[in-house]
């Protein structure tokens, strides 16, 4: 594919921003659609990035002959869904994390990727931030292997808001979503499949109707181990906090930041073209699309972080 690739994005909040931010780093890519629930709101969006259409409904974008790929930043109930209706459209889709709120939708999503060719990809964004990257490349040189991981997810949600403080019309979860993220990494890190898997969760909220608080113990086939604690209920410091126990070292990783267990911080600004997580996302998609091959983060690949999680959620019935 040698024109520029044209992009319809679906969602317009705090995340679809991170996307859009991303994506103008990004040569022969333009966003030509935009989707959103408030049609005033998504055209101020859309006025800022300079994006020509505008819609509340995915169904006008999918209509667009133009459109060759379709990035999903909507509420995680609607990925799975529309993430078929995107490649039954002919179009190559990114769906944010989670791919799915269940097992089956999750395949579903999968089969259907198998049988049209497309790509399809999910925004397991810790596969490419440079600072878990930085590990990923120690353990693939055969310099360092996980003995442990032990992960941190705490937010201050008592209340149904956003990353920017606005009201929210869903509802987040702190296993399908939250927890997504340190399960597929930690296979991924260790290159190896989930074995034994242990969950417990707290009360459930009474207006929200979920778990703020939840207890993750997982086991890998190479052996290693990871402890998972998550909560909607810390107010102190905010965000995902992962530390690599390993035979040679010890890393600390925040976001697209990593440090030793000394605290002292490793430089990985040559890890990669960006220091943005969801940028290199986004690159990984585009390139993966150009090249006609399975991206990294592929529905196929992850599809294995989703089974983890169906066994949790049994745990939890």
Not at 7 to 29: P, Q, R, S, Y
Not at 186 to 213: C, E, W
Request: charged content about 20%.
């Amino acid at each position: 594919m040698s024109k520029n690739i044209k992009v319809a994005l679906a969602g317009a909040g705090a995340f679809g921003a991170k996307h859009l931010d991303g994506i103008k780093n990004i040569d022969g890519v333009e966003v030509v659609s935009l989707v959103g629930r408030e049609l005033d709101k998504t055209q101020e969006v859309a006025k800022k990035y300079g994006i020509g259409h505008v819609t509340t409904e995915l169904a006008d974008s999918l209509a667009i002959k133009e459109v060759d790929a379709v990035i999903l930043c909507t509420p995680t109930q609607m990925h799975a869904s529309q993430a078929i209706a995107c490649m039954k459209a002919g179009k190559h889709v990114q769906v944010e994390i989670p791919l799915a709120d269940s097992l089956k939708d999750a395949q579903e999503v999968v089969a259907l990727q198998k049988q049209t060719g497309l790509v399809a990809m999910c925004g397991h964004t810790r596969r490419f931030n440079p600072s878990h990257q930085y590990v990923h490349k120690k353990i693939q040189a055969g310099e360092f292997h996980i003995q442990q991981m032990d992960v941190q997810t705490y937010f201050f949600r008592r209340t149904n808001m956003n990353a920017l403080g606005q009201p929210r019309s869903w509802t987040d979860h702190l296993l399908w979503h939250h927890a997504a993220h340190t399960v597929d990494l930690f296979q991924y890190q260790t290159r190896s499949r989930v074995i034994k898997a242990n969950a417990v969760q707290g009360p459930i909220h009474p207006q929200l109707g979920i778990a703020m608080d939840m207890s993750i113990q997982l086991k890998t086939e190479s052996g290693a181990i990871c402890t998972l604690s998550l909560s909607f209920n810390n107010d102190g410091p905010l965000g995902t906090f992962f530390r690599y126990i390993g035979d040679s070292a010890t890393y600390i990783a925040r976001y697209d930041d990593l440090f030793n267990g000394k605290e002292e911080q490793i430089d990985v600004s040559k890890v990669d073209v960006s220091m943005n997580g969801i940028e290199l996302q986004d690159r990984e998609f585009f390139a993966a699309i150009r090249e006609g091959r399975e991206p990294n983060a592929s529905v196929a690949k992850v599809l294995p972080c989703y089974e983890v999680l169906h066994q949790l959620e049994q745990q939890f019935d």
